[in-house]
């Protein structure tokens, strides 16, 4: 295949110029078939192959560009996604995530990105609660994905929103009214990131992730004078050396926050 034709971007010749791109020794193979494939991944056919490429029997690095597809039509060409097609994306992210849960985590990784991106462009008309609704599917979600890995998926969902926020291209007046929207929504994760902290039983991984998740939170400047259990709990983290790092860095963040002082001291104090 050569890749710097105009060849149709079907999914025969996607997967042809991925595996020229990871195997080829040729340098400049790979560069065409490089630039051949960002030119499919902002095509419109790309609506077509990202979800074939997402298939189970199809290895990590194919799903993997079928996600980052996804990602890039989400975030940089909303405004050619009708508006009677945004449920029926967020229910086929929404059930692709629950089966990455247990998949390969750079996949899964990708799709929380795109799914992240969907509810930005969203919120707070189109999408009212998003965050709230992303807590509630998971913990409802049954089926063959067990508990452990629905809670990482939930994670990393809730962890990479507000990090898509900070490098989403929304406009400025749109990004002051998702900000409001996302404050409004940190109810729905604080107490779960707490009850998941405090749990005597939640592995390292878990309460690791919870913490950079508290990270990635506190950097939108969400009401803290509600959450100082969640503060507290990452005081306690301190003592466990596989989450020293990760707590350290939730304070760190949390500290810089305006409204934090009072609330910090007194976390302190109380240890």
């Known amino acids: 295949m050569e890749p710097d034709t105009a060849a149709d971007f079907t999914v025969e010749n996607v997967e042809k110029a991925l595996h020229q791109l990871y195997y080829d020794p040729n340098i400049e193979n790979k560069n065409l078939a490089q630039k051949w494939l960002m030119q499919a991944q902002?095509?419109?056919?790309?609506?077509?192959?990202?979800?074939?490429?997402?298939?189970?029997?199809?290895?990590?690095?194919?799903q993997y560009f079928g996600a980052s597809a996804l990602h890039t039509?989400?975030?940089?060409?909303?405004?050619?996604?009708?508006?009677?097609?945004?449920?029926?994306l967020k229910t086929q992210l929404f059930s692709q995530i629950a089966?990455?849960?247990?998949?390969?985590?750079?996949?899964?990784?990708?799709?929380?990105?795109?799914?992240?991106?969907?509810?930005?462009?969203?919120?707070?008309?189109?999408?009212?609660?998003?965050?709230?609704?992303?807590?509630?599917?998971?913990?409802?979600?049954?089926?063959?994905?067990?508990?452990?890995?629905?809670?990482?998926a939930l994670l990393e969902l809730l962890t990479v929103l507000p990090e898509e926020f900070q490098t989403s291209r929304l406009p400025q007046y749109r990004?002051?009214?998702?900000?409001?929207?996302?404050?409004r929504e940190w109810v729905a994760v604080y107490p779960l990131l707490q009850q998941l902290l405090r749990q005597p039983d939640s592995p390292p991984l878990v309460k690791a992730r919870v913490l950079k998740c508290l990270s990635s939170w506190v950097l939108l400047d969400v009401p803290l004078n509600e959450s100082e259990g969640l503060?507290?709990?990452?005081?306690?983290?301190?003592?466990?050396?596989?989450?020293?790092?990760t707590a350290v860095e939730a304070i760190v963040n949390t500290i810089s926050q305006p409204d934090s002082q009072r609330l910090v001291f007194i976390s302190a104090l109380l240890r």
């Open 231 to 245: 503060v507290e709990a990452s005081f306690t983290a301190l003592a466990d050396p596989e989450l020293f790092d």
């Open 73 to 88: 039509k989400i975030s940089r060409y909303w405004g050619d996604i009708p508006a009677e097609q945004y449920d029926s």
């Open 175 to 183: 990004k002051g009214q998702v900000r409001g929207a996302l404050g």
């Open 99 to 152: 089966r990455f849960a247990s998949g390969s985590k750079i996949v899964l990784t990708r799709l929380c990105v795109a799914l992240a991106s969907l509810a930005l462009n969203m919120m707070p008309e189109a999408w009212p609660g998003a965050v709230t609704e992303m807590v509630r599917m998971f913990q409802e979600e049954g089926g063959e994905v067990d508990g452990r890995a629905r809670c990482l």
């Open 42 to 62: 902002v095509s419109p056919q790309a609506w077509q192959f990202c979800w074939v490429l997402l298939r189970p029997e199809k290895v990590p690095e194919i």
